[in-house]
């Protein structure tokens, strides 16, 4: 039986390109129809070049990927290049991939999949700026209706921000594109900072990659070491969060996290807290439920399921 109809929408990045490899380690439960790709950690050009290598190294050249929007909606756009390289794959050798990206753009392929598709048939996992999705509403408002799921990676409550003292970074890249998709009447699963927090990579669980060889595992332990000495060169301390990757492992095993239901806002207009997630518990006929809000996660399951999902490219 196939797996569950997937496309990732990303901006590859470290934690994406983790996130990627995981997902694409897992056919037999995740179907992935294509890789989308948006301009975000790095920009838009860099983005779908790093989609289509990890695509390579996971050893899955056929499944496409498509290079959608260059910008944010609204707002100028900004990078995370200071958290994931210049490249954006930390120190991973990068070079020109074998298979480029599709000729069709990744709002276009949204559009034209989700239409094609049964309706509830496909989940989105959105590991980047929410741009691709917001764009592809705006579109074509008939395809809200036709999504299963929208699972994402995005926003901070309790932990306060990663970019911002209150906004983490894939929110505040594009907060207007995240609020037409947080109003849009989706099925929306956020996992923000207050769960991906919880998931780290500590140096024992780091250990535990070396004990598998694969050029995959291998590239995931390069990824998270650059990732850690770039939390202890930024200041940040302590070992570091494997956020993206999140929105696989609850694709696969979400009896790791829990989720409370919340109405959910975004901060547009304000220029100090552009891009927060007001996420309120307590509902009402006023406060509807909008999202599921991710709150607590088996830290030790999660990087069980990693090192299995490394484990079958051996």
């Not at 492992?249 to 996290?257: K, Y």
Request: charged letters at 20%; hydrophobic letters at 45%; one cysteine or more.
């Amino acid at each position: 039986m196939p797996g569950l109809p997937l496309i990732i929408d990303c901006d590859p990045g470290v934690d994406d390109a983790v996130a990627l490899l995981l997902a694409l380690a897992a056919p037999e439960a995740l179907d992935v129809l294509a890789i989308t790709t948006v301009a975000g950690n790095v920009g838009g050009a860099l983005t779908a070049r790093n989609a289509c290598l990890v695509r390579e190294l996971a050893g899955r050249p056929e499944v496409p990927v498509f290079a959608g929007l260059d910008r944010p909606l609204v707002r100028a756009p900004v990078a995370a290049d200071h958290f994931h390289g210049e490249s954006g794959l930390g120190d991973l050798p990068v070079r020109a991939p074998a298979r480029g990206p599709e000729t069709a753009g990744a709002v276009d392929h949204l559009v034209q999949t989700l239409r094609s598709r049964p309706a509830g048939d496909v989940t989105l996992a959105v590991t980047g700026p929410m741009t691709n999705l917001a764009a592809a509403m705006r579109e074509a408002p008939d395809i809200v209706a036709r999504i299963r799921q929208v699972v994402a990676m995005g926003g901070a409550r309790r932990e306060g921000g990663n970019i911002t003292a209150s906004a983490e970074y894939n929110i505040h890249a594009d907060p207007h594109a995240a609020e037409i998709v947080a109003r849009s009447g989706v099925d929306l699963v956020l996992l923000g900072l207050d769960v991906t927090h919880q998931v780290t990579a500590t140096p024992p669980r780091r250990a535990r990659l070396k004990g598998l060889d694969s050029p995959q595992a291998r590239a995931v332990g390069q990824l998270l070491a650059f990732s850690a000495r770039t939390e202890a060169e930024i200041g940040l301390g302590g070992p570091p969060p494997m956020h993206d990757p999140c929105v696989v492992l609850w694709l696969l095993a979400p009896d790791l996290f829990r989720l409370r239901p919340c109405h959910l806002a975004i901060e547009t207009e304000s220029p100090l807290t552009l891009g927060h997630t007001a996420v309120e518990f307590r509902l009402s006929a006023g406060r509807p439920q909008t999202a599921l809000w991710g709150v607590e996660a088996d830290a030790d399951g999660a990087f069980d399921q990693v090192c299995d999902l490394l484990g079958r490219y051996g």
